[in-house]
C-alpha cells in the first residue's frame, strides 16, 4: 500500500473526532481536502473505513483495524523523534496530560513552570470527567492521566504526586459552621449536594460513607465544583470536595470547612500510564518534575 504518515495523521483524528469539519479545523486544511484524502487512502485499503449514517460518522471493521495501527505507528514515531532529541541534548518534543476536572485547579500551574524550564516542549492538556479520562487511558492517547482513584480494571502504573485531602464544607452561616470535632451521626438530618456518581471525589465519598453505615440526604448531582461551591454558598446544603477545588480565602467566597472527624478524607493524586507503556524522554522529565515539585502543602484557610 502506498499511503502516506499524512494520510494516516488525519485519519487517526478523524477516528477521534468522527467529524471531517473537526479534522479540517485541527490541521487548518479545507474540508475538500481532508475528504479526498480520506478517500484516497480507502481506495489504498481497498474496503471502506468509514460510514455516515444520518449526520453521525462510524468507523468500519477496517476503519478500526486502520486507526488501532495507525495510533501504534504515531507512538513509535514520536518515541524515536524523542529519543533522537534526547541523544542530541535537545529538551524538546510533545507532551500529551489528560486531566480530570478537579486537577485543573493545580495541573496549568505546574505546566506553565515546566514550560517555562523547557519551551520547547509542545504541551497538550485535556480536561475532562472521570469516565472519559478512563478511555483515553484505555486508548493509550496520553503520556499520562491524573486522577486521584486509578481504576482497578485496568493494567497500569501508578506514579503518586501528591495527597488529595477531601473535606466538607457548608455555607459560613451554617450552625456548623465554626463547631469542633462535629460527629458524622449529627449530620443526619443534613441535605448533601455532592459530586456526580462516578467521579473519583464521589467514589471516595460512597466509600467513606458506606463504611459508617452512613446514608447522605442527596439533595442534589453535580458535575461542576464550582457549581457545587455555589449552591452550598447559598445554604442548600453540605458538601465534599478536594482542598484543591477551594480558593485560599473561603471567606471571600461564603465557604467554611467543617471541622468533622475523620476528615479530611485522606486520598491522593497520582499520574497513572498502562503497564509496558514506554515513556518518552520529556515524559520522563516531566513526570520527574511532578514529583518533585507538586507535593507543595496548601495553604491555609
Known amino acids: 500500500m502506498n499511503v502516506t504518515f499524512r494520510q494516516l495523521r488525519l485519519f487517526l483524528e478523524l477516528a477521534n473526532q468522527r467529524s471531517i469539519s ?11 481536502t481532508v475528504s479526498m484524502q480520506m478517500r484516497e487512502l480507502s481506495d489504498e485499503v481497498g474496503l471502506p473505513l468509514y460510514e455516515v449514517i444520518g449526520k453521525r460518522l462510524y468507523l468500519t471493521s477496517a476503519g478500526d ?12 514515531w514520536r518515541a524515536y523523534e524523542q529519543c533522537i532529541a534526547g541523544m542530541k541534548g535537545l529538551t524538546c518534543g510533545h507532551l500529551s496530560i489528560a486531566v480530570v476536572g478537579t486537577a485543573k485547579y493545580f495541573m496549568p500551574c505546574l505546566l506553565a513552570a515546566f514550560s517555562k524550564t523547557y519551551p520547547e516542549v509542545d504541551i497538550a ?34 506514579h503518586t504526586l501528591m495527597p488529595n485531602p477531601l473535606v466538607m464544607i457548608a455555607s459560613q452561616t451554617h450552625p456548623f459552621a465554626g463547631q469542633q470535632g462535629l460527629r458524622l451521626e449529627k449530620l ?28 447522605p440526604q442527596v439533595r442534589m448531582e453535580l458535575g461542576s465544583n464550582e457549581a457545587i461551591k455555589q449552591a452550598v454558598a ?17 471567606k471571600n467566597h461564603a465557604l ?11 486520598e491522593n493524586w497520582f499520574a497513572v500510564h498502562l ?6 524522554p520529556v515524559a520522563k522529565g516531566f513526570l520527574d518534575y511532578l514529583q518533585a515539585n507538586a507535593g507543595q502543602p496548601l495553604a491555609a484557610a
Open 188 to 215: 443526619c438530618g443534613e441535605r448533601f449536594i455532592l459530586r456526580e456518581t462516578g467521579s473519583g471525589t464521589r467514589l471516595a465519598c460512597d466509600w467513606y460513607f458506606a463504611s459508617r453505615d452512613f446514608l
Open 22 to 32: 473537526g479534522v479540517a479545523r485541527h490541521f487548518q486544511v479545507t474540508q475538500p
Open 256 to 266: 467554611a470547612i467543617l471541622d468533622v472527624l475523620d476528615f479530611p478524607l485522606q
Open 275 to 280: 503497564q509496558g507503556k514506554r515513556l518518552s
Open 65 to 76: 483495524e486502520l486507526a488501532r495501527t495507525a495510533k501504534v505507528m504515531e507512538d513509535e
Open 125 to 158: 492538556l485535556e480536561v475532562q470527567n472521570r469516565e472519559v479520562i478512563l478511555q483515553r487511558l484505555r486508548e493509550n492517547r496520553d503520556d499520562f492521566c491524573i486522577m486521584s482513584i486509578p481504576p482497578d480494571d485496568m493494567d497500569i502504573v501508578r
Open 234 to 250: 447559598g445554604d442548600m446544603g453540605l458538601s465534599v470536595l478536594s482542598r484543591h477545588a477551594l480558593n485560599t480565602n473561603l
